[in-house]
Protein backbone atom coordinates (compact mmCIF):
# COMPACT_ATOMS: atom_id res chain seq x y z
CA UNK A 1 0.00 0.00 0.00
CA UNK A 2 1.73 3.21 -0.54
CA UNK A 3 1.58 6.08 1.67
CA UNK A 4 -0.84 8.79 0.60
CA UNK A 5 -0.34 12.76 2.00
CA UNK A 6 -3.11 14.62 2.51
CA UNK A 7 -3.17 17.51 0.17
CA UNK A 8 -1.72 20.93 2.09
CA UNK A 9 -0.12 18.67 4.73
CA UNK A 10 3.47 18.64 5.86
CA UNK A 11 5.28 15.21 4.92
CA UNK A 12 7.31 14.25 7.77
CA UNK A 13 10.91 15.32 8.03
CA UNK A 14 9.84 18.82 6.21
CA UNK A 15 8.82 22.39 7.80
CA UNK A 16 6.58 25.14 5.69
CA UNK A 17 8.56 28.25 5.49
CA UNK A 18 6.41 31.86 5.52
CA UNK A 19 6.44 31.79 1.58
CA UNK A 20 4.83 28.06 1.53
CA UNK A 21 7.67 26.36 0.74
CA UNK A 22 8.60 22.90 1.86
CA UNK A 23 12.17 22.85 3.51
CA UNK A 24 14.08 19.98 4.44
CA UNK A 25 14.30 20.01 8.55
CA UNK A 26 17.51 19.36 8.33
CA UNK A 27 18.78 22.05 6.33
CA UNK A 28 17.06 24.47 8.89
CA UNK A 29 19.46 26.24 11.53
CA UNK A 30 19.30 24.98 14.91
CA UNK A 31 18.27 28.11 16.44
CA UNK A 32 15.50 28.79 13.90
CA UNK A 33 13.99 25.68 15.24
CA UNK A 34 14.10 26.74 18.63
CA UNK A 35 12.34 29.83 17.93
CA UNK A 36 9.81 27.98 15.63
CA UNK A 37 9.18 25.82 19.08
CA UNK A 38 9.50 28.98 21.54
CA UNK A 39 6.77 31.05 19.37
CA UNK A 40 4.42 27.92 19.39
CA UNK A 41 4.54 27.63 23.34
CA UNK A 42 3.87 30.80 23.94
CA UNK A 43 1.18 31.10 21.21
CA UNK A 44 -0.40 27.73 22.53
CA UNK A 45 -0.08 29.19 26.44
CA UNK A 46 -1.75 32.66 25.10
CA UNK A 47 -4.74 30.54 23.23
CA UNK A 48 -5.35 28.49 26.96
CA UNK A 49 -5.05 31.58 28.90
CA UNK A 50 -7.82 33.27 26.29
CA UNK A 51 -10.13 30.15 26.42
CA UNK A 52 -9.92 30.82 30.66
CA UNK A 53 -10.55 33.96 30.66
CA UNK A 54 -13.99 33.28 28.45
CA UNK A 55 -14.75 30.55 30.72
CA UNK A 56 -13.98 32.97 33.80
CA UNK A 57 -16.46 35.96 31.85
CA UNK A 58 -19.10 33.90 31.41
CA UNK A 59 -19.43 32.30 35.17
CA UNK A 60 -18.36 35.59 36.45
CA UNK A 61 -21.66 37.46 34.25
CA UNK A 62 -23.70 34.20 34.99
CA UNK A 63 -23.55 33.94 38.85
CA UNK A 64 -23.89 37.53 39.14
CA UNK A 65 -27.11 38.51 36.94
CA UNK A 66 -28.07 35.00 39.08
CA UNK A 67 -27.59 37.19 42.20
CA UNK A 68 -29.08 40.15 41.24
CA UNK A 69 -32.20 38.22 40.24
CA UNK A 70 -32.06 36.26 43.29
CA UNK A 71 -32.01 39.70 45.30
CA UNK A 72 -34.90 41.13 43.24
CA UNK A 73 -37.10 38.33 43.94
CA UNK A 74 -36.66 38.68 48.16
CA UNK A 75 -39.18 42.13 46.67
CA UNK A 76 -41.23 40.33 44.22
CA UNK A 77 -39.28 42.04 41.46
CA UNK A 78 -38.66 40.28 37.86
CA UNK A 79 -35.77 42.25 36.25
CA UNK A 80 -36.30 41.53 32.59
CA UNK A 81 -33.89 42.25 29.94
CA UNK A 82 -29.80 43.19 30.20
CA UNK A 83 -28.94 44.00 33.58
CA UNK A 84 -28.38 47.45 34.59
CA UNK A 85 -25.23 49.51 36.20
CA UNK A 86 -24.92 47.29 39.26
CA UNK A 87 -21.96 47.82 42.39
CA UNK A 88 -21.31 44.60 44.77
CA UNK A 89 -19.16 44.22 47.72
CA UNK A 90 -18.18 42.32 50.47
CA UNK A 91 -19.72 42.34 53.85
CA UNK A 92 -16.45 44.41 55.07
CA UNK A 93 -16.23 46.57 51.85
CA UNK A 94 -12.67 45.66 50.98
CA UNK A 95 -13.59 44.03 48.08
CA UNK A 96 -16.33 44.89 45.03
CA UNK A 97 -17.66 43.90 41.43
CA UNK A 98 -18.93 47.11 39.32
CA UNK A 99 -21.32 45.89 36.52
CA UNK A 100 -21.44 48.54 33.93
CA UNK A 101 -23.33 49.14 30.41
CA UNK A 102 -22.23 51.84 28.19
CA UNK A 103 -23.89 52.46 24.60
CA UNK A 104 -22.32 52.56 21.42
CA UNK A 105 -23.18 55.03 19.70
CA UNK A 106 -22.80 56.46 16.05
CA UNK A 107 -24.13 59.56 14.00
CA UNK A 108 -26.44 59.50 11.05
CA UNK A 109 -26.62 61.30 7.80
CA UNK A 110 -28.00 64.50 10.03
CA UNK A 111 -24.12 65.20 11.12
CA UNK A 112 -23.50 66.01 7.52
CA UNK A 113 -25.96 68.57 7.59
CA UNK A 114 -24.31 70.15 11.32
CA UNK A 115 -20.95 70.23 9.72
CA UNK A 116 -22.34 72.20 6.61
CA UNK A 117 -24.22 74.22 9.56
CA UNK A 118 -20.92 74.83 11.13
CA UNK A 119 -19.12 75.37 7.95
CA UNK A 120 -21.44 78.37 7.16
CA UNK A 121 -21.44 79.80 10.90
CA UNK A 122 -17.47 80.17 10.68
CA UNK A 123 -17.54 81.71 7.65
CA UNK A 124 -20.17 84.19 8.99
CA UNK A 125 -18.06 85.31 11.52
CA UNK A 126 -15.50 85.45 9.47
CA UNK A 127 -12.04 87.08 11.32
CA UNK A 128 -14.29 87.76 14.10
CA UNK A 129 -14.24 83.91 15.41
CA UNK A 130 -12.49 82.69 18.35
CA UNK A 131 -9.37 80.44 16.97
CA UNK A 132 -9.76 78.19 19.23
CA UNK A 133 -13.94 77.47 18.35
CA UNK A 134 -11.80 76.78 14.85
CA UNK A 135 -10.03 74.28 16.31
CA UNK A 136 -12.41 72.56 18.23
CA UNK A 137 -14.34 72.49 15.28
CA UNK A 138 -11.35 71.04 13.48
CA UNK A 139 -10.92 68.23 15.55
CA UNK A 140 -14.11 67.34 16.37
CA UNK A 141 -14.67 66.51 12.64
CA UNK A 142 -11.45 64.55 12.07
CA UNK A 143 -11.49 60.93 11.59
CA UNK A 144 -8.76 58.29 12.83
CA UNK A 145 -7.52 55.21 10.70
CA UNK A 146 -10.48 53.49 10.18
CA UNK A 147 -12.51 57.07 9.11
CA UNK A 148 -14.27 56.75 12.15
CA UNK A 149 -15.39 60.38 13.85
CA UNK A 150 -14.05 60.89 17.74
CA UNK A 151 -18.07 60.84 19.16
CA UNK A 152 -16.66 62.81 22.02
CA UNK A 153 -15.05 65.55 20.54
CA UNK A 154 -18.99 66.09 18.17
CA UNK A 155 -21.02 65.98 21.48
CA UNK A 156 -18.22 68.20 23.25
CA UNK A 157 -19.28 70.98 20.87
CA UNK A 158 -22.83 71.41 22.28
CA UNK A 159 -21.58 72.38 25.37
CA UNK A 160 -20.30 75.96 23.90
CA UNK A 161 -21.86 78.76 24.85
CA UNK A 162 -23.08 79.94 21.33
CA UNK A 163 -25.88 82.01 20.87
CA UNK A 164 -25.81 82.13 17.01
CA UNK A 165 -28.75 80.91 15.57
CA UNK A 166 -27.22 78.88 12.73
CA UNK A 167 -24.95 77.11 15.11
CA UNK A 168 -27.94 75.90 17.16
CA UNK A 169 -29.60 74.28 14.39
CA UNK A 170 -26.61 72.41 14.33
CA UNK A 171 -26.14 71.84 17.82
CA UNK A 172 -29.83 69.88 17.33
CA UNK A 173 -29.03 68.21 14.25
CA UNK A 174 -25.92 66.90 16.19
CA UNK A 175 -28.61 65.88 19.15
CA UNK A 176 -30.93 64.65 16.25
CA UNK A 177 -28.07 62.95 14.57
CA UNK A 178 -27.10 60.23 17.61
CA UNK A 179 -28.20 56.52 17.20
CA UNK A 180 -27.52 53.89 19.83
CA UNK A 181 -25.70 50.70 17.64
CA UNK A 182 -24.68 48.80 20.57
CA UNK A 183 -24.32 48.27 23.83
CA UNK A 184 -21.15 46.53 25.42
CA UNK A 185 -20.90 45.47 29.56
CA UNK A 186 -18.36 45.77 31.55
CA UNK A 187 -17.26 44.07 34.97
CA UNK A 188 -14.43 45.68 36.87
CA UNK A 189 -12.79 44.44 40.06
CA UNK A 190 -11.88 46.53 43.55
CA UNK A 191 -9.90 45.51 46.33
CA UNK A 192 -8.59 47.90 49.21
CA UNK A 193 -4.91 47.18 50.48
CA UNK A 194 -3.27 47.68 53.67
CA UNK A 195 -6.09 49.26 55.08
CA UNK A 196 -6.70 51.98 52.39
CA UNK A 197 -9.93 54.15 51.82
CA UNK A 198 -9.50 54.34 48.27
CA UNK A 199 -9.74 50.86 46.05
CA UNK A 200 -7.06 49.71 44.01
CA UNK A 201 -8.43 48.21 40.69
CA UNK A 202 -7.49 44.45 40.06
CA UNK A 203 -6.08 44.30 35.99
CA UNK A 204 -6.57 41.76 34.02
CA UNK A 205 -4.91 43.41 31.31
CA UNK A 206 -1.83 41.97 30.27
CA UNK A 207 -0.07 44.85 29.82
CA UNK A 208 -0.74 46.04 33.06
CA UNK A 209 -0.20 42.57 35.33
Not at 22 to 36: G, H
Not at 90 to 103: C, E, L, M, Y
Request: glycine share 8%; aromatic share 8%.
Amino acid sequence: MTNQTTPGAVPEGYRRNAQGHLVPEATIRPIDLERDRLVREIVSLAKRQRELLGEFKSRAFGDANAFVSLSADMYDVKIGGAKGNVTLHTFDGSQKVVIARADTISFDERLQAAKALIDECITDWARGSDPKIQTLVQQAFETDREGKINTGRVLALRRLDIEDEKWQRAMNAIGESVQTVGTKTYMRFYERLDGSEAYTPISLDFATV
